[in-house]
Structure formats: structure tokens, C-alpha cells
């Protein structure tokens, strides 16, 4: 059986999954984070949450202000020349403080010394 994309599948009575491929590439990762971007520029009225994923886009929706029908349709026009190009990502870098608690399982774990854990 060979699927096309996109797809989009119900999640429980207010989600969607919007499948954008069926594996982990760099090209679907692209565009499920470009179809991300559109559709928070939109701001779509009744849906509330985005959850990018490798490959497809969760969407949490509030039924009394948008219908599946129309939030599902609403979905694969934003995925029409969807293209993955100008979707970047956003470095976050978190400080981080090795005080040896757990390093030495961490890198026993890892097969690493605990330099390499701390690199």
C-alpha cells in the first residue's frame, strides 16, 4: 500500500495529524516546519496548539470554533507548494554546569571518558 502526503488523520475529538512524509529526512522536516510557520501566521481562528514532529504536524483545535471538516480543508490548502527552503530553525544553546553527580555513570553508560561526556 502506498500512502500519499499529505494526509491528514483525526487525533481524538480535537486534534489532527497532518502526515507529511514517512520518514525522517531533512526535505519532510522542512516542510512540516514550514506548514508550522504558515499556519501560525494565519493564526486560523479555533486552533490552539501546533506540535511540529519529524514528519507530520499536530494540531489541536477547539470543535466549537472550527469543524474538523473545515480545519481539515483549511490544512491541505496551507500544504499546497509547500516547500521546505526557507524554514529555519532556532539555535537555543542552555547553560550547563558539570559538577561530577552523575558523570561518571553518564560516561560508563555512554562508553566515554568523562571528558568526552563534558565535549
Known sequence: MTLTYPRIVAVGDRAMTVELGGSMDAETVARVRALDLRLRERALEGV????????????????????????EARLGELCR??????????????????????????????G????????
Open 81 to 110: 507548494d509547500l516547500s521546505g527552503d526557507t524554514a529555519t530553525g532556532q539555535r537555543i544553546e542552555v547553560p550547563t554546569v558539570y559538577n561530577g553527580e552523575d558523570l561518571d555513570e553518564v560516561a560508563g553508560a555512554c
Open 112 to 119: 566515554l571518558s568523562r571528558d568526552d561526556v563534558i565535549a
Open 48 to 71: 490552539q496548539e501546533t506540535v511540529p514532529t519529524y514528519a507530520s504536524l499536530l494540531v489541536v483545535y477547539e470543535r466549537s470554533r472550527i469543524s474538523f471538516t473545515e480545519l
